[in-house]
């Protein structure tokens, strides 16, 4: 009896204190998944150079630093210029349908950012308390980038480490399959990520493409934005889609069919040719279920629970599968029975 109310204390406790510090989890994951990247990398130049762990991972950083230098040396001010021009012109285009909406009766704004959306979400903190508000205020996003950063670098430089470490929370029987599956949560993830990164960088190419025949004026950060917003899935192209309609405002009809027939091309051949290539073998996540998750998440964290809701999905998915479905409900199930979850 005394065992059962410790362990139900823990687990409260446990519980809490997820709650407590969601925030500060999150930002725990977002390094994961930079640690699940450079992994890919140090595990591309292990299989080409004999070197140690410590030395690929070195080498990943660099080749990153690099190719994010180099675009930024070739394109950096050309995208900087253009999302300032486009922020006025988009704000213009704004105006414009407001001025029609309210026409028609539609009572809207006529100045428009996606902070306002935003601000009328409720606030982390004060939902989880002071975690939110440290994570808020005392850092900055400079600092949380930093961090999460290093925490990535850290993870990838010895990752069996710090498994063996959350490992030795379960009971010793145990561990041998808790370390088995939190690899298999880890590959799943890095395969996703890997896969959804070369994703994003397609439709952002093809877009910037589509965008600069037809000849418009910000191709170039329309098309950064399609391919970014294409990590969330589902609400990330309609969301994408948005500054793209603004800009269509005052181009001729054709043009503007043009866009949005090539734009309902490559996401079409995104969602139902790529996609599934890619990532169908990874993960199977059931839309109705994603778009929920993506809605709860950003209601209670905002920008950051939407941009890792479907990554924390998938590694959340795993483990339901392996440590509940699999062994308390002994149903290890079939690959078409596991795509029901």
């Known amino acids: 009896m005394a065992r059962v109310v410790l362990t139900s204390i823990a687990g409260l406790a446990i519980i809490g204190l997820l709650v407590f510090f969601a925030e500060l989890l999150l930002l725990i994951f977002a390094g994961v998944l930079i640690a699940a990247i450079l992994d890919s990398g140090v595990k591309m130049f292990r299989r080409v150079l004999p070197v140690p762990r410590i030395l690929a991972l070195i080498l990943t950083i660099v080749l990153a ?36 909406l309210n026409d028609w009766g539609i009572p809207v704004l006529r100045t428009f950012n996606i902070e306002d959306v935003w601000e009328r979400l409720p606030e982390p903190q004060t939902i989880f308390g002071g975690a939110g508000a440290v994570l808020g205020t005392g850092f900055g996003m400079i600092s949380n980038i930093l961090i999460v950063s290093l925490i990535g670098v850290f993870l990838a430089a010895d990752p069996a480490r710090y498994r063996d470490g959350l490992v030795l929370f379960a009971p010793a029987g145990y561990r041998p399959r808790l370390r088995v599956v939190l690899d298999r949560a880890g590959q799943t993830l890095q395969r996703w990520l890997v896969g959804q990164l070369a994703l994003m960088l397609i439709v952002g190419a093809t877009t910037t493409v589509l965008l600069l025949i037809v000849g418009f004026n910000f191709a170039l950060s329309l098309g950064i934005i399609a391919g970014v917003l294409n990590f969330i899935p589902f609400m990330g ?55 929920a998750f993506l809605l709860f998440m950003g209601v209670i964290f905002g920008p950051i629970g939407v941009a890792l809701a479907t990554p924390l999905l998938a590694a959340l998915r795993v483990l339901a599968l392996e440590l509940y479905v699999g062994d308390v409900l002994g149903d290890r199930g079939t690959d078409d029975d596991n795509k029901a979850l």
Request: hydrophobic share 55%.
């Open 237 to 291: 192209p309609i969301l994408a889609f948005v500054p793209i309609g603004l800009a269509m405002i005052g181009q001729d009809l054709s043009t503007a069919l043009i866009v949005l027939a090539g734009y309902t091309f490559i996401q079409q051949m995104d969602a139902n040719v790529l996609s599934p290539l890619v990532q169908d073998r990874v993960v199977h996540l059931p839309p109705a279920l994603t778009i």
């Open 65 to 100: 630093i690099g190719i994010i230098g180099f675009a930024l040396v070739v394109g950096g001010v050309t995208v900087l210029n253009q999302l300032d021009a486009l922020s006025r012109a988009l704000g213009d285009a704004w105006r414009i349908v407001a001025d029609q």
